[in-house]
């Protein structure tokens, strides 16, 4: 008896003892014993010369039973140390969505030696899968399927099937479909119905009519939507003649949203690319931080020359100095809230980029109340703390008023983005924190200069 | 034929027509001729008192039909909206995993109220279902399966499938299971296995003998981590005595990280809770917003007191008061890539959170790079502007060793939050930034005093 977190460190301790024989039977009698999860962990945490000599030493067909149990990543990097040959021997006998998914993630040189080293059909028919965009409907599918013809009966699938039971097995056939003679998509099967109806039936008597399908070009983003609003374990996928082409399961749309939310998170905090891990080498996570930052240091010091503009003032009245940190980063803090809300909002469909009313409405009646409140406990700081009322007032209101510009241009700012085909996730920081930085100082410097005398 | 954006509009005009007419036989016949996702879609655009009058109208069934194709969110507000018995009616028609959705969301009172009116077996079951944590094997799991004694053959099931056609339809059987007469778990049998395997054999042969299994209170992550290693449908679930209580769908799991991960971003950007919709109430949202806004002043005003320390230093040379924000703000910015990328890292397992000096390792020698580039960069501009080498050197290395600091405990902040039990998501950004405020103050204003005569 096996439970997920038993066993692991055993396994790799003894793969690697059994690697050390050289003996590929006496490897391969222990990988078949060990519970089907395992195997690929344990090679998962195998280092990179273990893992050659053991695909070596296992041949393609049985290495590649072993690769398809792993995930992108790890396959990848395994494919990457293989001399040519071997890598393509493996790859040839993986399933068309792994090959993709493989193709996707290598660099452009090692995935074109790799499909030069294909068969001529199998070559142009990867090219022609992977020149879908990634996270269209073409590019999520899986390109393989069950498709039967409209004159059969139950009872010839059922056959059908028993008889090419080894070669569909590599196949999803959750669903199977019934097409026309040129390919049109006419209905869909569901596995169940086939076991559970009489065998003499036609399929076009059991079949789903008119069943839902997508074209190839339906972005991510109607996909999760479609998802969301049926509850299918997958959908077919249909090019601009109605042929059948593939099927989208909505395991793969989930996969693909949650990558895109996870992509969000960390451009929202400055990664571009939305994608670093700390195995990745340091000029690279360096880089990549840097050229965000450059744009940022930029834009504050544009924002923070509003400073230098009244230096005058703030001469004569130091204390302002360190009120205008606090809100800058308070604005910011408010601020961003709001892009927060509108960037997840945009990226679940919940608002479109045009209702600019309907957000600035919404946000800027939070803008009053927290505006409100957080002007009075910094106004009330500052009064206590120099026991001057105008000094109060003048930090307090500041605070109010930028509260409120920074919580509806939050609101807005993604969306106007949106709408100009930049990326919310990455550019709404540094945009928001530079109008909130200029308004707050401006707020301050300029409220405290009429004032200036009683301060 | 239908694709998924068209009709909707259309046929949302059609239904409330229809419904005008207040005749069930018409309403029916007028869904029936619906494609199967369009359905849910008209009735979610309904506003409340339309759909309640739909559902008196098609009487409980019919009604489950559509309603469990709408998601979790929108058939709670149905039900809310619903006198009680025909809460109830509805409500036990449904799938036992979406009343337990739904018993979830709905607030306490209504939640006992549907449980109470329950036959007494049946509310007992719901009540043990509901007492498995969320995020657990136990909580996502769907309570139904199939399950078959070890003795029976392939032909037993298969007319068990076709005789019980009906009542299973409702069940997810990509899988089923052996188990033995105590209700262990002996093996899984895939649906497709049983196509194509002879009818003769026993189930114990064709069956995956040790399969994986996972138990009830099994956490999301191990989950996350089981279903990234192995490409499985599902998982079943086992109790503390090896007896099966249900299968995990690895899509389950997929959209639990995916909710998730977006409350992380959330969360990250100050909205407590991590989740927030702008139609959710005005004085909700506000206050949520707020009960973080309100640490983070406090948090500001401590930091900025290190300026008014240092009030005769900014007296002598207020330039420095154009600086301060910059470098708050900069080393905010490099120091929550960080922390970016540790909370994803945590969220993913990535790292341990005693992982201490690794992530130290890996940050400050990012925060080495970046802060030389930022220091030369900021103070370049301060040199330049008020031709004055030591304000640029002071600018310039206060920003350096700065986002040395910011950078270093970024990585760290999110792995301390965890080990002392407190969300990384929501607390890191507050505590780094007062870090970061605190340090960078008393780096260029202690720096700017030991050179005051030159600036």
């Not at 690697?16 to 078949?32: G, K, M, Y």
């Not at 499909?115 to 999520?140: C, F, K, N, Q, V």
């Not at 004159?151 to 059922?158: A, C, E, N, P, T």
């Not at 405290?448 to 009683?454: D, I």
Request: aromatic share 6%; glycine share 8%; charged share 20%.
């Amino acid at each position: 008896m096996t439970d997920i977190s038993s066993n692991n460190a055993h396994s790799v301790e003894t793969l690697i003892d059994v690697l050390q024989t050289e003996d590929p039977s006496r490897i391969r009698a222990f990988l078949a014993k060990l519970p089907p999860g395992d195997e690929a962990r344990a090679l998962a945490t195998l280092d990179k010369e273990q893992q050659a000599r053991l695909i070596e030493l296992l041949g393609p067909e049985k290495s590649v039973e072993l690769l398809v149990k792993m995930t992108g990543r790890g396959v990848v990097s395994v494919i990457e140390q293989m001399p040519l040959q071997q890598a393509v021997d493996i790859f040839e006998e993986m399933p068309s969505r792994q090959q993709l998914d493989i193709l996707r993630r290598l660099k452009g040189k090692d995935a074109s030696r790799i499909i030069e080293a294909l068969a001529p059909a199998r070559a142009e028919r990867l090219r022609e899968l992977i020149s879908y965009p990634e996270d269209t409907a073409g590019g999520l599918m899986i390109p393989e399927y069950l498709a039967f013809s409209r004159g059969m009966l139950v009872r010839d699938v059922l056959d059908d099937l028993r008889d090419y039971g080894e070669v569909y097995s590599d196949y999803a056939i959750q669903y199977a479909y019934v097409v026309s003679e040129g390919g049109e998509l006419l209905g869909v099967l569901r596995l169940r119905d086939l076991l559970l109806a009489p065998k003499s039936k036609l399929l076009t008597d059991i079949m789903i009519k008119e069943p839902q399908k997508v074209r190839a070009d339906t972005p991510l983003k109607d996909l999760k939507e479609f998802f969301k609003q049926v509850n299918y374990l997958g959908v077919p996928v249909v090019d601009t003649r109605e042929r059948l082409v593939g099927v989208v399961l909505a395991s793969a749309v989930r996969e693909a949203v949650n990558r895109r939310s996870n992509q969000i998170f960390l451009q929202f905090s400055g990664i571009v690319g939305g994608e670093e891990f700390r195995t990745m080498p340091l000029f690279k996570r360096s880089s990549r931080r840097l050229s965000w930052l450059s744009i940022n240091i930029v834009l504050n010091i544009v924002a923070a020359s509003v400073i230098a503009l009244y230096q005058d003032t703030l001469e004569k009245a130091i204390v302002l100095a360190v009120f205008l940190p606090i809100i800058s980063d308070m604005s910011g803090c408010s601020g961003n809230q709001a892009v927060a809300v509108s960037i997840r909002e945009l990226s679940l469909g919940l608002v479109r980029p045009k209702e600019l009313l309907r957000v600035l409405g919404k946000e800027s009646s939070i803008g009053i109340i927290n505006g409100v409140v957080l002007g009075l406990l910094l106004g009330g700081v500052a009064f206590l703390w120099k026991g001057n009322p105008y000094l109060g007032l003048v930090v307090g209101v500041s605070l109010a008023a930028n509260t409120l510009v920074a919580v509806s241009f939050g609101g807005l700012v993604p969306l106007f983005l949106r709408r100009a085909g930049a990326d919310p996730a990455l550019a709404s920081g540094p945009l928001l924190t530079t109008i909130t930085d200029v308004c707050g100082f401006f707020f301050v410097l300029s409220f405290a200069s009429a004032l200036l005398s009683r301060l």
